[in-house]
């Protein structure tokens, strides 16, 4: 049987374990032997994480970890690979404490996200009985359904195979093709509705904070905004990196709430 979540606290709870992931990334010994590095070795022999922590941790090391930057100031790489999400992200929180930060890294950051398409989201839509509605695609091809008795889904018109849509299983809502995530589509009924979205994840459903209201015969338009970067790891620091950076992190909530019990090791 699967298991209903409300994500109601969602905010709160990333806000909590975000900021705490930064202020418990450096040991509170890691602090002294960052210390005595710089002391013995200077800046420029650290590696560009020591750097990154340095700066984070006691403001040196600043224009040293700016050097070791790649494209012209947007990312950092560790030796013999390419720029790295995750040690970005860490660059970008570090300097953001000195007021040396630019919109470029957080450009970069954005720019390396991907569908989470591990989680299967479904869209709900809630109208009197016999309404009939319409979700439209950029194709030609409209997905017609009506609302029937208790709210069940009933397909009326559809070429097989030719929709990112189906009713699910339980008849409730309609499955989303995982193709089809992070793309526009809308949905018109000839009566006033409400749509929103559920995810789910390891036979667990989760309910979406996001809930629209429309208007009889009047699309609404919605899209489904399911993002990761390539891991657990990697995502959590982006998005602590793009909060900070004053963007919104809501596409990367879902990833994030559904992977913790497998991911613990990375939340305080």
Do not use: H
Not at 165 to 192: A, L, P, Q
Request: with cysteine.
């Amino acid at each position: 049987m699967r298991k209903i979540k409300r994500m109601m606290f969602i905010f709160l709870f990333i806000s909590v374990f975000l900021i705490t992931s930064v202020q418990s990334s450096v040991p509170a010994d890691g602090y002294g032997c960052l210390d005595n590095k710089i002391k013995n070795r200077g800046c420029n022999l650290l590696s560009t994480e020591e750097k990154v922590f340095s700066v984070l941790s006691t403001g040196e090391c600043e224009e040293e970890l700016l050097k070791n930057s790649e494209k012209n100031n947007s990312c950092w790489s560790r030796p013999g690979n390419t720029c790295d999400v995750k040690l970005t992200s860490q660059a970008y929180l570090a300097l953001d404490e000195q007021g040396g930060v630019n919109e470029k890294i957080v450009k970069w950051i954005s720019s390396k996200n991907k569908t989470a398409d591990d989680i299967q989201w479904y869209l709900q839509i809630n109208a009197p009985r016999n309404t009939n509605c319409s979700i439209n695609t950029s194709s030609d091809n409209d997905y017609k359904i009506q609302i029937k008795n208790k709210e069940k889904i009933k397909e009326k018109s559809i070429s097989p195979g030719s929709s990112p849509f189906s009713v699910s299983s339980e008849g409730y809502s309609i499955r989303i093709d995982k193709n089809y995530y992070n793309k526009d589509f809308s949905v018109s009924c000839d009566e006033n509705f409400k749509a929103s979205f559920l995810f789910e994840y390891d036979n667990s459903i989760y309910v979406s904070d996001i809930t629209k209201f429309g208007s009889k015969n009047s699309p609404l338009e919605l899209k489904v905004k399911s993002l990761s970067f390539n891991n657990y790891e990697e995502t959590l620091w982006a998005s602590i990196a793009l909060r900070k950076g004053g963007k919104s992190i809501s596409p990367f909530l879902p990833y994030l709430i559904v992977k913790e019990k497998e991911n613990s090791e990375y939340i305080p």
